[in-house]
């Protein structure tokens, strides 16, 4: 079995897994609950109610999943040796189903539109594909369309676009659509985009968050003509089975040892549009730290594609020694957990 992030897995309780980056144990897969049947879970949060095709699922919100699975079904917890803790993850023992977002696209495509939005999907993806240069082999959808649970009048457009060679052609294409007058444009072109939104980061502004947005050119806005509805469009990078490289070996260790905060410079952003986020840096100011600091390791969606080489950043997150049978560094890590507001990635404008 070959599931890569973003795949999906199902459990016959009623759970929907969402497969999470690419380093995992030995025929395991460390994940994020995405969703839960109706069956097993209930919450009275409306945003969380997900219904199609005789379904009734509820979304997972911040860390109400993982409390879930911790509580009520310990057996999908992995032990992840690097780290020496338990996390949410699946054995492909106990896998009963999987749904590829590359196969459901297909299927959406080829098939007559079921509904507005799927008929909008097929739209933007005939558009991209004939645009971009991309095969449609090299995209996948994600989100409530890929469970086939969305709401046609106000779901959002969900695409995955594989491999890096593929994703810089639909960057080019999208920085092409968003300056002439298409179907498409920026999401983040103007700031009002976040009025009304409650911002929790204590060290990145909602003026530097959008700049750092827009430039990122993923975040899209869709005028389906059909129907006169603009829909909110995302394209998530996911690695090409070809760039896939598993970190995870049971005699590396990953210890955290503090907080850190400084200024780097990108050397190496290859690994940026991917989760996690991968940058290669030369420290430049890092008060009172002594070591060899290497990378800056993101599972935080806003910091993928911050920031790009030769720039300088302002990083401040959890400190990690790795300890691997031949050779000891440091890195720092933006993941979930305590004083996640607190963490940033920034590019420092000169």
């Not at 046609?152 to 300056?179: C, H, M, N, Q, T």
Request: proline share 5%; aromatic share 14%.
């Amino acid at each position: 079995m070959r599931l890569r992030d973003r795949d999906t897995v199902l459990t016959r309780e009623g759970l929907i897994f969402r497969v999470y980056g690419y380093f995992h144990p030995p025929r395991a897969y460390i994940c994020d609950v995405e969703y839960a049947s109706s069956k097993i879970y209930r919450t009275e949060d409306p945003r969380a109610i997900r219904k199609g095709r005789g379904l009734l699922y509820y979304k997972f919100y911040a860390d109400e999943g993982l409390r879930f699975v911790k509580e009520k079904y310990p057996q999908y917890t992995i032990f992840y040796e690097p780290l020496q803790r338990s996390l949410v993850g699946i054995r492909e023992s106990q896998i009963w189903k999987t749904l590829k977002p590359e196969e459901r696209l297909n299927h959406l495509i080829q098939q007559e539109a079921e509904d507005p939005l799927i008929a909008a999907l097929q739209s933007l993806y005939r558009l991209v594909t004939s645009n971009a240069g991309i095969p449609g082999s090299s995209l996948g959808v994600f989100g409530s369309i890929l469970h086939g649970f969305h709401h046609p009048a106000f779901s959002d457009l969900d695409l995955i676009v594989y491999g890096k060679e593929r994703l810089d052609k639909l960057l080019e294409a999208l920085r092409d659509f968003y300056a002439e007058s298409t179907p498409l444009r920026n999401e983040f072109e103007e700031e009002r985009v976040m009025e009304g939104k409650h911002w929790r980061f204590k060290n990145l502004t909602v003026k530097e968050y959008i700049w750092h947005q827009r430039r990122k050119l993923i975040y899209g806005l869709y005028r389906d003509n059909a129907t006169g509805r603009t829909v909110k469009t995302e394209f998530e990078p996911v690695k090409e089975w070809g760039e896939i490289r598993n970190e995870y070996s049971s005699d590396m260790r990953i210890r955290e040892v503090g907080w850190i905060k400084g200024r780097a410079r990108i050397i190496d952003d290859e690994e940026a549009p991917f989760i996690p986020s991968i940058y290669q840096i030369e420290p430049l100011d890092f008060p009172g730290f002594r070591g060899e600091l290497r990378r800056i390791i993101s599972y935080v969606e806003e910091f993928r594609m911050q920031a790009r080489r030769d720039e300088t950043v302002y990083v401040e997150g959890h400190l990690e020694k790795v300890e691997a049978p031949k050779e000891n560094y440091y890195q720092v890590t933006l993941s979930y957990g305590p004083r996640y507001y607190e963490q940033t990635l920034k590019v420092v404008k000169s």
